[in-house]
């Protein structure tokens, strides 16, 4: 079992930047794949960024690509989604999840993730 914790969500400015984290406890954290997903409302939960265990291989959503960024230490059991150039269609609630190895699922696929913390909200005002 691992809990994910989500922090670092608010109100911010187009253009702005905001850094989330995602603190994990429980199972050895380095053994899992992360990844970052997020939620508008009246929408479905889309993937946004994910990092692999071990080599940290980082792959993202072409719509964040370029300023978005996902980076894990793996001594501070921690996750992060560095958003850069935040613009308003970015507002959602963002989770973080842990994915197991051996899934048959897509990793930019939330049945790809075992894991789930609770979200943190971020709106970007225009």
């Known amino acids: 079992q691992v809990q994910l914790v989500e922090s670092g969500g608010g109100l911010v400015q187009a253009g702005g930047s905001l850094r989330l984290s995602c603190a994990a406890s429980g199972r050895t954290f380095s053994n899992y794949a992360m990844g970052w997903f997020r939620q508008a409302p009246g929408k479905e939960r889309e993937f946004v960024a994910g990092i692999v265990r071990g080599v940290d291989v980082t792959y993202y959503a072409d719509s964040v690509k370029g300023r978005f960024t996902i980076s894990r230490d793996n001594a501070k059991n921690t996750v992060y989604l560095q958003m850069n150039s935040l613009k308003p269609e970015d507002t959602a609630v963002y989770s973080c999840?842990?994915?197991?190895?051996?899934?048959?699922?897509?990793?930019?696929?939330?049945?790809?993730?075992?894991?789930w913390g609770q979200g943190t909200q971020v709106t970007v005002s225009s």
């Open positions: 999840a842990a994915r197991r190895s051996g899934s048959v699922y897509s990793a930019r696929s939330a049945r790809g993730y075992d894991y």
